[in-house]
T-cell receptor, first 114, second 108 residues
Framework: KAGVTQTPRYLIKTRGQQVTLSCSPI?????VSWYQQTPGQGLQFLFE???????NKGNFPGRFSGRQFSNSRSEMNVSTLELGDSALYLC?????????????FGPGTRLTVT | DAKTTQPNSMESNEEEPVHLPCNHS???????IHWYRQLPSQGPEYVIH???SNVNNRMASLAIAEDRKSSTLILHRATLRDAAVYYC?????????FGQGTELSVKP
């Protein structure tokens, strides 16, 4: 099976712009989670989608949003970019809706805001 | 969200066992204990998870204390490829709250 894919892998944007990142989960996986990784804050949970519904949400401002499509692919959007949004954005997929399950991570999208 | 405490770094010799400790004194009855690792320049990788009983898989073993306030990830024979940051995470659901983790270095 192909792994989790994320596009684009690298992105440079300017403050104030918006950006959309894409994640294709492993075939058959219905849950997609998003994380932000920075040197200062480490890995932080953004949100999780399951069957097109947001099921969990982290402590990020409303500028961060996401959605999931019927084929389980997911996008996350960041509006009005700030310098502090520069980070590695990771997507993870899973095949269950249970209470504990393995998450498979993609390689990430490296976003640089200038 | 319950908190975990791990040493910042540990060293191991190649082909020796490694015991990575994690303290989680505020764990609740519904929290699963997850371990993930992140190799340099890669996304995190699932290692193992458990609730109450010790668990084994092809990658590692997870030993959980009887009171569940601590756990230990055991790599039976460390290889150079095991050099990574290891995260111990508590979660009742799929939401993973990562701490700072333990950076494991493996010496040849």
């Amino acid at each position: 099976k192909a792994g989790v894919t994320q596009t684009p892998r690298y992105l440079i944007k300017t403050r104030g712009q918006q950006v959309t990142l894409s994640c294709s989960p492993i075939s058959g996986h219905r849950s997609v989670s998003w994380y932000q990784q920075t040197p200062g804050q480490g890995l932080q949970f953004l949100f999780e989608y399951f069957s097109e519904t947001q099921r969990n949400k982290g402590n990020f401002p409303g500028r961060f949003s996401g959605r999931q499509f019927s084929n389980s692919r997911s996008e996350m959007n960041v509006s009005t970019l700030e310098l502090g949004d520069s980070a590695l954005y990771l997507c993870a997929s899973s095949d269950t809706s249970g209470r504990a399950y393995e998450q498979y991570f993609g390689p990430g999208t490296r976003l640089t805001v200038t | 969200d319950a908190k975990t405490t791990q040493p910042n770094s540990m060293e191991s010799n190649e082909e020796e066992p490694v015991h990575l400790p994690c303290n989680h004194s505020t764990i609740s009855g519904t929290d699963y204990i997850h371990w993930y690792r992140q190799l340099p320049s890669q996304g995190p990788e699932y290692v193992i998870h458990g609730l109450t009983s010790n668990v084994n898989n092809r990658m590692a073993s997870l030993a959980i204390a009887e009171d569940r306030k601590s756990s230990t990830l055991i790599l039976h024979r460390a290889t150079l490829r095991d050099a990574a940051v290891y995260y111990c995470i508590l979660s009742p659901y799929g939401k993973l709250i990562f701490g700072q983790g333990t950076e494991l270095s493996v010496k040849p």
